[in-house]
């Protein structure tokens, strides 16, 4: 089927609608953040799937514990893959896992209306987008921030080259940054725990940047030029 | 993480039965009281969390400003908690490190911060909602003991396996206030009047008699006590809100007065306050109220607060006053030692409370004795110059005074600080200080004298001193000033800054000393320990791992003119400053501390059992891993033996 021609889903129209108003002036800590990571079984956007999805929510600029999500997705095609062995996800569970199709409303509806937190969040995405698209008709409109360059942004603030965005380096991986920064350090490769990672330096990052006056969410693109706007999609 | 997908294939964790993650429930299961909980009621918890973060120097309480929301466990950072003092200067009371919790107290008693908190790192916590905790705490009994200081016996044993201080005996349930202390026994006196009574009067008699809360009768009849006033609600109820004082107090009294009867024991009361969240309660006995009670009351009593017993000390107004209180110190330590604080730490906070006994003894005898004729100083010598204290440690103290102008005036100055001195030490005695075989003390003449003649002291010390003299002397060099007129130690610490360098027999003197204690020891089962005599298969701990690095530290600050006694304190400016080799000094800290450790530790033990305490550590009853850093410790001591026969050419 050719998917750009099925219509919209009630809950991206709702979605797209919600944040055509979207206000970016309010403090940081009046949003809500979802932080996310997928596992795929390769990079290539053609080939690759979604088999893993973890997320944590912020509320308060707070990490609630009480409320974290994670789920297995069942490819469509089942291989062993090299990324599954970095995973560590075995066939089996992966065989046992339910769908996108059952997996992708429960997301979204965790989701909500929250801005998207991640690292490399423009990975992430391109697959949800892909997966959104081919399920509902659209993608979600909601704000992205990308960890990685609000981390770029933070060491460039404290070397002294305040908006020098060059390319995507190693140094800038989520377990190099969270070491250099000194954060608890989680399960590597695992949807949960990387999102727990990314939480932990988004809060450290938001929070050592505030003491330099970062109080808006607008205050925060300016500073990293941390992903896209709303609408921007 | 992981533990989540072992239950389900595909989950939203929102609901009540949810998955906590990991770190939580991990993070939880090392930590006491929370260890004790079951898998399920962690879980409980750990869905109840959140995770902040706190760049360092940032400000999480202010003293009675602060309410506390939640209770805060430091996944990852440190706090210091602190007070300021009236001349506006911090005192320090303690630093929180990973694992360790902050806002129990206050929750529990329900009042504000009584420390101001500040992180001295970046700092992740876990916020735990105060009802959350509270219903823990009232409802869990074992949850509810750890946090009163008391001994449940799953509490204490597993907070002992883990922590290492196994060897801190329990004490009989019978020897422990909370559980013996009836609420009578405690109890203050009635102060009442009518609820007829206008506000403003209610409040002058309460600062008259210098209490927190009045109780209230119906004018009706005196016995009837129809409600309370307290400190509080004047605040909320009548200031905040500018109401009229000249009303009646019955306008903003609290009622009906609860009561307790005065055979219930203190630990009861405590339970009772906490679940009505009430901090004033009356005492009944045979139908009539006796008298008030207050959760401060029976926590001093409990002597589980450093800061309370702190204060404590300095609300005494008679030297009667003053000596009980002395005899608490081992159990705040004990306290301190069961919540994982370190040597360096406890012998900083027993250096703390032992200086406000001297300070406060001595303003009482001044103001019994008269103002001093000239400016004087109180110079506290050895360990507590060294603010290395454990328990009762003998008195090493002297008296410098501002040199007088005239004979007259000598020999008035004289006889009073003789007089001075000599009564001090009967005091303190009386606190229990035993009193220094060497009499090393401000009562001996030879010690109590006037600034040139310490000068000079000091310079017959540095030039031409044999070794024995010297190894006597050595404790004066650590002296610090205790009370009194500051100035004149500085300028005194400032001439032995002065004529030191170029002492090199000083120095060398000073290192043959260090390496006397190098004896034969024999290796029983791979330990040091003494060969003969009466403490033999013994380790004394103080001479043969304490005495080389405290001297060794004392050595290298004095050639380095550094100010510094503590022997930590020592180590890390001759870090610091470049002086010796940074791996070098961090084994020596760590050495000492440990040694330290296993010193209190082992003193504590000896006190519970009704034992003089003593230096002389058994090495069966350590267990492998103290063993193993021990024979650690003895070879960085080796090491700095060596530094000292290198550097001083002693063969």
Redesign the interface.
């Known amino acids: 089927m050719l998917h750009w021609l099925r219509p919209k889903s009630p809950l991206i129209k709702a979605n797209r609608n919600y944040f055509s108003g979207f206000d970016r002036k309010k403090p940081l800590k009046d949003y809500s953040f979802v932080v996310f990571d997928t596992e795929l079984t390769g990079l290539g956007s053609r080939r690759g799937e979604i088999i893993s999805i ?1 997320a ?1 929510r912020i ?14 997705v069942r490819p469509r095609r089942m291989k062993h893959t090299t990324a599954t062995l970095i995973h560590r996800i075995t066939p089996e ?1 992966l065989k ?3 769908e996108m199709e ?2 992708l409303p ?1 997301f979204l ?2 989701l909500g209306n929250s801005l998207i937190v991640g690292h490399c969040i423009d990975i992430d995405m391109k697959f949800l987008d892909k997966i959104c698209r081919k399920l509902c008709g659209g993608t979600v409109a909601n704000p992205t921030i990308d960890t990685m360059r609000l981390a770029r942004g933070y060491q460039g603030k404290l070397s002294g080259w305040y908006h020098d965005h060059g390319s995507v380096d190693s140094g800038y991986n989520l377990r190099t940054v969270s070491q250099k ?4 350090v ?2 590597e490769h ?1 949807a ?2 990387d999102a ?1 990672q990314t ?2 330096l988004f ?2 990052l938001v ?2 940047f505030r ?1 330099g006056g970062l109080e808006t969410l607008l205050d925060l693109y300016q500073a990293g030029k941390a992903g896209k706007w709303a609408g921007e999609v | ?2 533990g ?2 072992g239950t389900s ?6 609901g009540p039965h ?1 998955v ?2 990991e ?2 429930v991990s993070f939880l299961k090392t930590i006491m009281p929370f260890k004790i909980l079951s898998d399920a009621e962690l879980n409980n918890l ?10 360092k120097g940032a400000r999480l309480m202010t003293v009675d400003e602060t309410v506390i929301t939640h209770l805060y466990l430091i ?2 950072g440190g706090v210091k908690a602190f007070l300021i003092d009236a001349k506006g200067e911090e005192v320090l009371k303690d630093y929180r490190g990973e694992g360790a919790y902050i806002g129990a107290l206050g929750i529990i008693r329900g009042t504000r911060a009584n420390l101001n908190i500040e992180t001295i790192e ?1 700092t ?1 916590c ?2 735990l909602p105060r009802e959350v905790f509270l219903d823990l705490v009232k409802n869990n009994l074992a949850f509810s003991h750890f946090y009163l200081k008391s001994f449940s016996d799953q509490v204490v044993s597993t907070a002992y396996r883990e922590l290492r201080h196994q060897k801190v005996s329990m004490r009989p349930a019978e020897e422990l206030y909370l559980f013996t202390i009836t609420a009578g026994d405690l109890a203050k006196p009635v102060e009442k009047m009518s609820v007829k009574s206008r506000i403003q009067e209610v409040a002058q008699q309460m600062a008259r008699l210098k209490i927190g809360s009045m109780l209230l009768y119906d004018p009706e009849n005196e016995e009837d006590i129809v409600g309370i006033i307290t400190d509080t609600d004047l605040r909320t109820k009548v200031v905040a809100t500018g109401m009229d004082y000249h009303k009646p107090v019955e306008n903003i009294m609290t009622m009906p007065v609860h009561s307790v009867l005065s055979e219930e024991i203190c630990f009861e009361v405590l339970l009772k306050m906490m679940a009505i969240g009430i901090r004033h309660l009356a005492v009944e006995k045979g139908g009539r109220i006796i008298g008030v009670l207050t959760s401060h009351d029976i926590m001093v009593l409990q002597g589980s607060s450093p800061f309370y017993l702190f204060k404590e000390i300095n609300k005494q107004r008679k030297m009667q006053g003053i000596y009980p209180i002395v005899s608490k110190v081992p159990g705040i330590i004990r306290n301190l030692i069961r919540e994982g604080g370190k040597a360096g730490s406890i012998s900083r906070m027993i250096s703390l409370l032992h200086d406000q006994v001297v300070r406060r003894v001595l303003s009482l005898l001044e103001a019994e004795m008269g103002e001093p004729p000239v400016p004087y100083c109180w110079l506290l010598l050895g360990s507590e110059g060294r603010r290395e204290q454990t328990f009762l440690t003998d008195q090493d103290n002297g008296i410098i005074y501002a040199d007088p102008f005239s004979p007259t005036q000598k020999q008035q100055t004289e006889a009073y600080f003789q007089e001075f001195g000599t009564r001090a030490i009967q005091h303190l005695t009386k606190c229990g200080y035993p009193l220094c075989p060497g009499e090393v003390m401000s009562s001996n003449p030879r010690w109590c004298q006037p600034f040139s003649v310490w000068q000079q002291y000091f310079t017959s010390w540095a030039n031409d001193s044999k070794p024995e003299e010297l190894l006597d002397a050595t404790i004066f060099f650590d002296f610090r000033a205790g009370f009194g007129d500051e100035k004149l130690a500085v300028s005194l610490r400032n001439h032995l800054i002065d004529i030191l360098p170029g002492q090199e027999h000083f120095f060398y003197q000073l290192a043959r000393n260090c390496l006397a204690n190098k004896v034969p020891l024999s290796f029983f089962r791979n330990f040091i320990v003494e060969r003969n005599g009466e403490h033999k298969n013994r380790l004394d701990v103080k001479l043969r791992g304490l005495v080389p690095i405290v001297g060794f530290a004392r050595l290298f600050a004095l050639k380095h003119g550094l100010k510094e006694t503590n022997t930590i304190a020592r180590l890390e400016a001759l870090q610091g400053e470049g002086y010796l080799p940074m791996d070098l000094c961090t084994a020596a800290i760590k050495a000492y501390e440990l040694q330290m450790q296993l010193r209190i530790v082992h003193q504590l033990e000896q006190i519970e059992m009704q034992q003089a305490p003593d230096n002389y550590i058994e090495p069966q009853n350590l267990t492998s891993t103290e063993r193993a850093m021990l024979k650690d410790a003895f070879e960085v001591i080796e090491k700095l033996q060596a530094l000292l026969e290198r550097k001083f050419g002693i063969s």
């Open positions: 973890g944590v509320e308060n600029l707070q990490i609630d514990l009480g409320a974290t999500y994670h789920s297995y569970e046992n896992a339910p059952e997996v429960a509806e965790f920064f000194h954060l608890p989680f399960t695992d949960l725990g727990m939480a932990y809060l450290y929070k050592k003491s | 993480m992981v989540k997908k294939e595909h989950e939203v964790v929102t949810a906590a993650p770190v939580i750990g869905n109840h969390c959140r995770i902040d973060f706190f760049p996944q990852r970046d992740f876990f916020l």
